[in-house]
């Protein structure tokens, strides 16, 4: 016999990232007042690459190991260890689900659940979609400790990627 069970929102949350292998979507990022947007995908674990729809072409890219800032325009780029980053978590999917496992989702304006993850002195609150509980963004301090909120839309999962998105750039 096969019962249907009714499993808790945060089940079907962790259930939908098991599936997930990477994420293409839009965003539009704010730090203080200034607002960026520009196009990501994320692909478990650890590698992520942004294309930021402004002046200096900014774009950012993980290899899972490091982190590169680069301007197209002006072809400078700083690298970062990731795990000097929220986002060496935040892009490790495991540690997502293992750390909502653990929390209880809180309701934000009976529009979205958030998950408030405190690591290594980083809050990291991740916001899903109350209702088809997608993944739509999260609240970060960056590496320069600026408050970072990043909203995201169009989500595809799951698409086929060229991974080499993510080979860093070299100094030439």
């Not at 069970?5 to 200034?34: P, R």
């Not at 301007?71 to 400078?76: A, E, P, R, T, V």
């Not at 009976?110 to 980083?122: A, D, Q």
């Amino acid at each position: 016999f096969y019962s249907a069970a009714f499993s808790s929102v945060k089940d079907q949350i962790i259930y939908k990232m098991q599936l997930t292998n990477n994420l293409s979507f839009n965003f539009i990022q704010t730090i203080g007042d200034q607002s960026e947007n520009g196009k990501c995908i994320i692909k478990y674990p650890k590698k992520i690459f942004c294309e930021y729809h402004n002046s200096n072409k900014k774009i950012i890219i993980s290899n899972g190991k490091s982190l590169v800032i680069k301007n197209k325009s002006n072809k400078n780029f700083y690298i970062y260890p990731l795990n000097k980053t929220p986002l060496e978590f935040l892009l490790d999917k495991d540690y997502i689900i293992s750390k909502i496992s653990t929390l209880e989702p809180r309701e934000i304006i009976n529009k979205y659940l958030n998950f408030k993850i405190i690591e290594n002195s980083n809050e990291i609150n991740i916001f899903f979609d109350k209702k088809n509980l997608n993944l739509v963004g999260w609240q970060i301090e960056d590496i320069y400790n600026n408050l970072t909120i990043t909203f995201i839309s169009s989500v595809e999962i799951n698409q086929k990627i060229n991974d080499r998105i993510f080979i860093l750039p070299q100094n030439n």
